[in-house]
């Protein structure tokens, strides 16, 4: 499975972005989708995920209520809808895939190149 992350950019604090990762090479709806993310000098750190029929979503605690994940299988496609942006929340976004709901970065089968979201104060 490839993933092709996109949607990266530069952004003021409160601000917004919205994140899209591509997937080819497999079966998209037999996968659950994640977004993982890596500050510099920090590890990568999950972020949000959804399960594989897009029912259940999961979101780290530091993003709840901001950001949204949702999936179009039709279109082989997840994304990640970030409101009310932060400093903080810069860095690297990395799109993962895996055959176990992706909460954990030992659970990803299949990683994207990532996408960089740098948010100014």
């Known amino acids: 499975v490839q993933l092709q992350a996109s949607g990266g950019g530069l952004v003021q604090a409160g601000g917004s972005l919205r994140l899209s990762c591509a997937a080819s090479g497999g079966t998209f709806s037999s996968y659950y989708m994640g977004w993982f993310r890596q500050a510099p000098g920090k590890e990568r750190a999950f972020v949000s995920a959804?399960?594989?029929?897009?029912?259940?979503?999961y979101y780290a605690d530091s993003v709840k209520g901001r950001f949204t994940i949702s999936r179009d299988n039709a279109k082989n496609t997840v994304y990640l809808e970030m409101n009310t942006l932060k400093p903080e929340d810069t860095g690297t976004y990395y799109c993962?895939?895996?055959?176990?709901?992706?909460?954990?970065?030992?659970?990803?089968?299949?990683w994207g190149q990532g996408t960089l979201v740098t948010v100014s104060s």
């Open positions: 993962a895939a895996g055959r176990l709901v992706v909460t954990s970065p030992f659970n990803v089968d299949y």
């Open positions: 959804i399960t594989r029929n897009g029912m259940s979503t």
